[in-house]
C-alpha cells in the first residue's frame, strides 16, 4: 500500500515562501507520476503541478506557474512543492497524490495523502 506524508505547510505572508515535501514509503516515488493538488475551504480540489514519472515532464496549473516548482529527489524519495510569491487565493490544504502507468495527473490518482495546510495571510 502506498503511503505518504505531506510536510512544510505553515502560515506565511503574502509573498512569502514555502517548500513541502511529500515522502514516501513502501514504494519508490521515481515509479508513479506525483501530483500536487490544493483545496481551499468551500472550493472544489484542483490540479495544481504534476510530475512524470519518467522525470520529463511537470505541468503546473495557470494560477501558478512561475511561481511554483515542482521536483523530486530520488534518494529521500521524496518530492517537492517549492512555491514563491505566495498570495492569500494560494491558502488551502495541499495533498500530494500518485498514479502508475500514466504520464499525467489529469485523470484518477491511485493514493493520496492526508495533506498539509498552507495559510496565506498577514
Known amino acids: 500500500q502506498l503511503e505518504f506524508v505531506e510536510s512544510g505547510g505553515g502560515l506565511v505572508q503574502p509573498g512569502g515562501s514555502l517548500r513541502l515535501s511529500c515522502a514516501a514509503s513502501?514504494?519508490?516515488?521515481?515509479?508513479?507520476?506525483i501530483g500536487w493538488f490544493r483545496q481551499a475551504p468551500g472550493k472544489e480540489r484542483e490540479g495544481v503541478s504534476c510530475?512524470?514519472?519518467?522525470?520529463?515532464?511537470?505541468d503546473y496549473a495557470d494560477s501558478v506557474k512561475g511561481r511554483f516548482t515542482i521536483s523530486r529527489d530520488n534518494a529521500k524519495n521524496t518530492v517537492y512543492l517549492q512555491m514563491y510569491s505566495l498570495k492569500p487565493e494560494d491558502t488551502a490544504v495541499y495533498y500530494c497524490?500518485?498514479?502508475?502507468?500514466?504520464?499525467?495527473?489529469?485523470?484518477?490518482?491511485?493514493?493520496w495523502g492526508k495533506g498539509t495546510l498552507v495559510t496565506v495571510s498577514s
Open positions: 497524490a500518485a498514479v502508475r502507468w500514466r504520464t499525467d495527473c489529469a485523470g484518477a490518482m491511485d493514493s
Open positions: 510530475l512524470s514519472w519518467t522525470g520529463a515532464t511537470t
Open positions: 513502501g514504494f519508490a516515488l521515481n515509479s508513479y507520476t
